[in-house]
Nanobody
Framework: QVQLVESGGGLVQAGGSLRLSCAAS????????MGWFRQAQGKEREFVAA????????YYADSVKGRFTISRDNAKNTAYLQMNSLKPEDTAVYYC????????????????WGKGTLVTVSS
């Protein structure tokens, strides 16, 4: 089992940057694919990005491709989401997720979730 804690959210102006972190407990962090999802108020949760267990493969939603970068540091049990060129439509609660199986964009198949961190992008 793994516990996830997100940090790094906040208020930023459009065009700005933020880096989210997801700290994972346990000694088996490298056994899990890591993902980021987000949920804007009144909308369904959506996939943002994911990275494979050793970081060799990355996946992005079309809406963030070229602006966001997912990464991980297995020595620090931490995953990251670097967000650049932020837009007001990026405003949402961002959730970190972990799963020992194959990466999927469907959130219901991810086993472990953090409690989320709020990102607000002002225009």
């Amino acid at each position: 089992q793994v516990q996830l804690v997100e940090s790094g959210g906040g208020l930023v102006q459009a065009g700005g940057s933020l880096r989210l972190s997801c700290a994972a407990s346990g000694r088996t962090f490298r056994s899990y694919a890591m993902g980021w999802f987000r949920q804007a108020q009144g909308k369904e949760r959506e996939f943002v990005a994911a990275i494979s267990r050793i970081g060799g493969n990355e996946y992005y939603a079309d809406s963030v491709k070229g602006r966001f970068t997912i990464s991980r540091d297995n020595a620090k049990n931490t995953a990251y989401l670097q967000m650049n060129s932020l837009k007001p439509e990026d405003t949402a609660v961002y959730y970190c997720a972990a799963d020992p199986s194959s990466i999927t964009t469907m959130g219901r198949y991810w086993d472990y979730w953090g409690k989320g961190t709020l990102v607000t992008v002002s225009s």
